[in-house]
């Protein structure tokens, strides 16, 4: 539309100029054209981009009536209200009549195409010119330019229909042509200066000098606000006039692409958000932006790798106070300080005084030598992640002289090392060297190794069996696989010493018995006695002679009943052994004999394997009241806890090797139709009605009341050679031959809790105290060990097991040490009997 009018116009102004009073009207052409060409220049000064750091004017209107049209082309230009001149449109009409001073009148219509171009131009550059900034010094022009612009309309309006000749017009046009460019040039040069009069105190930014970084955007003064707020309005905010700042044109995508394609600064243009403008960013910005991403210093000319400064030395510096001179009388001598120098003297001649060299050495010794690792270090990123092998191959000893094949003489075995060597052949681990030294006069009489295949076809068993897998070393201190046991000093009273030894019997004691009170003290021996003692003062006060050698005795718990069990040959005998309170004797000899009624009848099974029978006159007058003959050697003896029932064991008798007798009635029963292996010994529970029966190698429980097998405790030895049980019931103790005692925790499981190798021989007896956490264990190494076995009532807490004394005061008699061991019932106390004939006490 704009480009029609100009031509339009520039038609009509040709046929205006053949009116009367040209000059008149060539003088008020010329001076708004001036205005108009002006008007122009400064808006082709005014550049769209956004200089930073230079304050400027935005042109705003507070007229509600402002609206916005867009041409044919798509470019939107501002619309004014009808009363309003556009300063536009009188810009195209100006720039039309400049054209037309040069053209002839027969070329209008072939230049009009090119006045068309020009003023799409021109169209674009005053459209963009309503959103530039504008200096203060341009509006008073265009103040001006607008006032001609109305004369000028004026007159074309009063001079519509005078008519006129081309050929005037263009003479009018070339005299006014001279006249347009000498005042261009005057308003021109006129115009700049005051530009930068005005511009001078607005170009310098408020805080220019400042050293700050947050500086206030000061084109808009709407502040930190969220800018889409301004959204839905014409506006983006205000300037420092209260003056409305107004939304500059968008382009659609086509725009934005012809701009990506034709402007070459569109790759470095932002946006300002503050005020919609496109900023183009300089060099230095991008720059900046740059050093920014790649994590670098923004200031290039900063050095990150500048020779270090030590602005403060690292050393010490003793500076005197003052610089004073001393005074004379710190020369002379003092008496007080010349006695304090004369201790010290004295105290470093007798060592109570110390030089600082010598502390300084002791600190040293103390801390010991230090070593470093002077090819690797294992505190490397790849050692502690343990990606290398942590175990190192283990480097085996360098030969020495006993293993050459000429050694000295001194390294060759003599007929006593070697029984030593080859009575080792078990434990090998315990020989001094794995092989035998032997003497060859040459190299050439060595003969092959004989176990060469043997060695080389295990290490291949080895090698194709062991599973390839590698292992981490862990690193566990010595410390932390000892348990922390207690002191001995708290876990007392254990005995210590040796208090008395009972001196009498002239062959090996095999066992001994303590009575219930704690009194007396039984003891049978295989010089086919039984002898009985007085624990307080050692001395015998009876000896009971027998047929046979005495296997075991056993006193009866219970204490109103005074009866001995006598395990002879294939005798068991039940002796009043006529000691303590008279009443409790008379009534056991009134017990004992009453002879009940028997109703039921016994098994022939049960007759050909025991006989009850009454003692004779001669066995009556030494204390056997009760002879319970067995068909095969009884080797031990047990009570109950009741008093009531015995069980005797017969190794050798097969189905009937375990007998129980009951004394009240007298009678006897085979609990076991069936031999389940070599019965060693038994053992009746102290609460429940049940069963312990050792095997060689097994211990079963069962159920007096069911007749059936409880559990099966598998102890993985070779022999076991007794047993027995705590008094609450849950924890057994098991001794075996083979050097070890086996801890049961019967709520556990059927396997050991704890295997104890305390001793380094047999282990022939151990025992439970009745009331002290303490147990015993006897063994052929001469020694009796006293442990501390704490059971407490969490089930949740594992039984305290610590060894606390080793007594050993027996002797030796044909390899046999100590055969049994038992506990004092009340006291701390523990007895014990040796193959050297003597039964010790120890306190």
């Known amino acids: 539309m704009a480009k029609k009018q100009v031509k339009r116009k520039a038609t009509e102004f040709i046929e205006k100029k053949k009116v009367k009073d040209i000059d008149i009207k060539s003088t008020e052409e010329d001076e708004g054209l001036q205005e108009d060409l002006l008007q122009n220049i400064s808006n082709e000064d005014n550049d769209s981009s956004d200089d930073e750091g230079a304050a400027k004017a935005y042109q705003s209107d507070d007229s509600d009536e402002l609206e916005f049209e867009s041409d044919e082309e798509g470019n939107y230009t501002s619309k004014w209200d009808a009363n309003v001149p556009s300063e536009n449109s009188d810009d195209d009409d100006e720039e039309a009549s400049g054209e037309e001073e040069e053209i002839n009148e027969s070329d209008i219509e072939d230049i009009s195409g090119e006045e068309e ?17 504008e200096p203060i010094s341009s509006k008073e022009s265009n103040i001006k330019v607008s006032s001609n612009n109305k004369e000028i309309k004026k007159t074309k309006r009063a001079e519509k229909n005078k008519p006129n000749d081309l050929n005037t017009a263009k003479k009018a046009l070339e005299a006014q042509n001279a006249k347009t460019n000498e005042s261009l040039n005057n308003l021109k040069n006129e115009l700049n200066d005051k530009e930068q009069i005005a511009a001078a105190p607005a170009n310098k930014a408020e805080y220019e000098d400042s050293d700050t970084s947050d500086e206030e955007d000061i084109r808009n003064t709407v502040g930190n606000i969220p800018m889409h707020w301004y959204d839905e309005y014409k506006h983006i905010g205000y300037d420092w006039d209260a003056k409305k700042i107004i939304k500059p044109p968008k382009g659609d995508q086509i725009d934005d692409f012809l701009r990506k394609i034709e402007d070459p600064d569109f790759w470095r243009s932002v946006k300002d958000p503050q005020t919609g403008q496109e900023v183009v960013l300089t060099d230095a910005d991008i720059e900046l932006i740059k050093r920014i991403n790649s994590s670098r210093v923004p200031n290039p000319e900063h050095n990150e790798y500048e020779p270090w400064i030590e602005w403060f030395t690292s050393e010490v510096e003793r500076m005197p106070i003052k610089n004073v001179p001393d005074h004379k ?5 003092s008496s007080s300080e010349r006695k304090k120098v004369s201790r010290m003297v004295h105290a470093l001649k007798m060592g109570w005084m110390k030089t600082m060299d010598e502390v300084e050495r002791e600190k040293k010794a103390a801390r ?14 790849e050692q502690m992640r343990r990606i290398h092998d942590p175990v190192s191959a283990p480097k085996r000893d360098l030969p020495g002289h006993a293993e050459s094949y000429n050694p000295p003489p001194e390294y060759l075995f003599d007929e006593k090392e070697q029984r030593e060597w080859l009575k080792l052949k078990d434990e090998p681990y315990k020989r001094k060297l794995h092989f035998m030294p032997q003497k060859y006069k040459s190299l050439r009489e060595v003969p092959a190794y004989p176990r060469y295949i043997r060695e080389r076809f295990m290490r291949c068993l080895d090698l194709y069996l062991c599973p390839r897998a590698r292992r981490t070393k862990l690193n566990i201190d010595a410390e932390y696989l000892i348990p922390k046991l207690p002191s001995p000093r708290d876990l007392q009273p254990f005995p210590t010493v040796e208090s008395l030894v009972y001196r009498g019997h002239t062959d090996l004691v095999r066992t001994v018995s303590v009575e219930p009170k704690g009194e007396y003290i039984v003891s049978g021996s295989d010089d086919k006695t039984v002898k009985i003692w007085e624990i307080a003062t050692g001395r015998c006060i009876r000896t009971i002679e027998t047929d046979d050698v005495v296997r075991c005795v056993a006193w009866c718990p219970n204490a109103k009943l005074s009866v001995i069990a006598v395990a002879t040959g294939n005798r068991l005998l039940l002796i009043n052994p006529k000691v303590g309170d008279k009443l409790i004797v008379k009534k056991t000899d009134d017990l004992l004999a009453e002879t009940p009624q028997v109703d039921t009848m016994e098994s022939e099974r049960i007759k050909t394997a025991v006989q009850w029978s009454v003692a004779e006159k001669e066995e009556q007058e030494k204390g056997v009241r009760i002879v319970i003959t067995h068909f095969k050697p009884i080797q031990q003896v047990t009570w109950h806890g009741r008093g009531d029932y015995v069980a005797t064991v017969m190794p050798e008798g097969a189905n009937r090797s375990a007998l129980i007798h009951q004394l009240s009635k007298r009678r006897s029963q085979i609990p076991f139709s069936k031999s389940k292996g070599l019965i060693q010994c038994v053992l009746f529970h102290p609460i429940k009605p049940c069963l312990f029966v050792a095997t060689q190698h097994n211990v079963r429980i069962y159920d007096l009341v069911k007749q059936e ?3 099966k405790l598998l102890t993985n030895s070779k022999w076991i050679s007794g047993m027995s049980i705590h008094p609450k019931g849950d924890n057994l103790l098991v001794s075996t031959y083979d050097k070890k005692m086996l801890w049961f925790d019967l709520d556990l499981s059927t396997k050991p809790y704890q295997t104890l190798r305390l001793h380094k021989n047999a282990v022939r007896s151990v025992a439970f105290h009745l009331r002290y956490p303490l147990f015993a264990s006897a063994s052929d190494d001469l020694s009796v060990i006293v ?3 704490m059971v407490y009532n969490d089930l949740l807490q594992n039984p305290l097991i610590v060894p606390v004394k080793k007594l050993q005061t027996h002797e030796a008699r044909e390899e046999f040490g100590i055969l049994d061991v038992v506990w004092h019932p009340i006291q701390p106390w523990v007895f014990s009997s040796g193959a050297d004939a003597t039964i010790r006490l120890y306190t």
């Open 709 to 711: 097998l409880i559990k």
């Open 368 to 381: 010991g030598p230090k070593f470093y690792m002077l090819w690797e270090t294992d505190t490397s990123r």
């Open 787 to 789: 442990s501390h076995g």
């Open 117 to 133: 171009a020009d003023d799409n131009d021109d169209d674009d550059d005053d459209e963009d010119g309503i959103s530039d900034e």
């Open 329 to 333: 009388r710190s020369f002379l001598p």
